[in-house]
């Protein structure tokens, strides 16, 4: 069964004469946590033969990377992360182009993947959220936050935890939800709307006790109550709180939560991008492989593979209209601004 699916995989990689059947090694860039990206390749390992070496970075780390190995880069393949920064280093010409022959199990929209230059493609789903200790709520009888409104309460001032925008994919997408919320009646990405964003994320930034590298690293501190509040995405809050009992409530902003597309792009210049990593590529957007995502609660986007148990949907929750090119094509400007703006 391995055999015909590797021989298979192949074939649709154009590769049937150029890769050997023995082990070989791709080297990948991911923004997967290290628990969930070893689960995947550990899979595509089994399925293929092909060794993978991975280095793991948040999405706006693994884009400074990407940025600085340009010409001599060390990775192939650059595997999950939020696709504002994919999009980033697609207009700077650090991508490889590539249609994958199972591409056309994405949905064939701008949201999901380039459709002008094929430099990147979605392969999930997630949505923002809030974690919040539900000792923390039940000691100082509230009630977790509900809107975006809610985080600047004065019982919510240096409990609230979450990553930098620009190291993190996370919270850059909740950097960019606020900008296009169309607070106040603004239009949404006007810039009315742009303005009121960036004053309501300095408000918010006076509430914040800890700010992190990773999106997914609040998870914990809410778990033990050391900042009690957590942004993240709700498939993280739901694999690495939740469902390992974690006493927290998950949450949405009832104005409308922001949401991502995690991509995936095959990195201009690196050692195996013309061959193993487009085989990774071809198998990470199949049904089998999007179909794991249920173990981590993600929402996959080959559109024949299963939504898990458990897992938010769009429908579940109100979404704000968040464009994700206008996001990408915006992140360098977006978080020079936040910084000087926060200081941080």
Not at 114 to 123: A, C, F, K, P, Q
Not at 295 to 316: I, T, Y
Request: glycine share 10%.
């Amino acid at each position: 069964m391995k055999k015909r699916f590797w021989i298979w995989l192949v074939f649709i990689s154009g590769l049937f004469l150029a890769l050997p059947l023995h082990a070989q090694t791709l080297h990948m860039l991911t923004s997967f946590n290290p628990e969930e990206a070893q689960f995947y390749i550990k899979v595509f390992e089994e399925d293929t033969g092909i060794d993978v070496e991975f280095v793991r970075l948040s999405s706006g780390s693994a884009l400074a990377r990407v940025e600085a190995e340009a010409g001599n880069p060390q990775s192939s393949i650059w595997f999950a992360g939020t696709n504002s920064s994919h999009i980033v280093a697609g207009k700077k010409g650090l991508l490889e182009p590539y249609v994958s022959p199972l591409s056309v199990l994405i949905p064939d929209s701008p949201q999901f993947k380039d459709l002008e230059n094929h430099t990147w493609i979605g392969i999930y789903a997630g949505f923002i959220a809030f974690a919040t200790n539900k000792q923390f709520l039940e000691q100082n009888k509230l009630s977790p936050p509900q809107s975006w409104a809610d985080l600047l309460k004065p019982e919510f001032k240096g409990k609230i935890a979450m990553a930098f925008p620009f190291s993190s994919g996370t919270a850059y997408t909740v950097l960019a939800t606020l900008l296009q919320l169309g607070l106040d009646g603004t239009e949404p990405r006007s810039q009315a709307s742009i303005d009121k964003g960036f004053a309501f994320a300095q408000k918010l930034d006076a509430q914040i006790g800890q700010y992190l590298e990773s999106g997914s690293g609040c998870i914990a501190l809410a778990g033990t109550g050391e900042f009690p509040v957590c942004i993240s995405f709700s498939h993280d809050i739901a694999a690495k709180g939740l469902s390992k009992g974690l006493p927290l409530v998950m949450t949405f902003p009832r104005e409308g939560t922001g949401s991502e597309v995690g991509g995936m792009a095959l990195i201009k210049g690196g050692p195996e991008t013309n061959t193993l990593a487009r085989v990774f590529y071809d198998w990470a957007l199949s049904v089998r492989a999007q179909n794991l995502y249920a173990h981590f609660f993600r929402v996959p986007l080959n559109v024949k593979a299963k939504v898990g148990e458990g897992v938010v949907r769009a429908s579940d929750i109100k979404l704000v209209d968040f464009d994700y090119n206008w996001a990408g094509q915006h992140r360098e400007e977006f978080v020079e601004r936040w910084r000087e703006i926060t200081g941080n």
